[in-house]
């Protein structure tokens, strides 16, 4: 089994950068794909990102396409989520899963980490 935690979130004023940090806790964390979901207050948890395990291939959500990147370092069982030119709407908890295939649908991901939270306000 894995296990993730997450790492990274704060309170940021509009525009600023976080990166987020998601620790794998196997030896074959490589063989996952992994993604990132987010769930802001009153919202369900929606898709931000996925990448395959080899980190060759990513997808983003339209809401986040060209402000966030996903990246793995597979030697550290680490991916992470570069957060930039965050608006108000990105406030959120942020998890991270893992899955067979970088999936949109949260119910196809095995494994999630507790969340971060990140807020987003001036």
């Known amino acids: 089994q894995v296990q993730l935690v997450e790492s990274g979130g704060g309170l940021v004023q509009p525009g600023g950068s976080l990166r987020l940090s998601c620790a794998g806790s196997?030896?074959?964390?490589?063989?996952?794909?992994m993604g990132w979901f987010r769930q802001g207050p009153g919202k369900e948890r929606e898709f931000v990102a996925a990448?395959?395990?080899?980190?060759?291939?990513?997808r983003y959500s339209d809401s986040v396409k060209g402000r966030f990147t996903i990246s793995r370092d597979n030697a550290k069982n680490t991916v992470y989520l570069q957060i930039n030119s965050l608006k108000p709407e990105d406030t959120a908890v942020y998890y991270c899963?893992?899955?067979?295939?970088?999936?949109?649908?949260?119910?196809?991901?095995?494994?999630w980490g507790q969340g971060t939270q990140v807020a987003v306000s001036s």
């Open positions: 899963a893992a899955a067979s295939a970088p999936y949109i649908q949260s119910n196809q991901y095995d494994y």
């Open positions: 196997e030896r074959t964390f490589s063989s996952y794909c």
């Open positions: 990448i395959s395990w080899s980190g060759d291939s990513t």
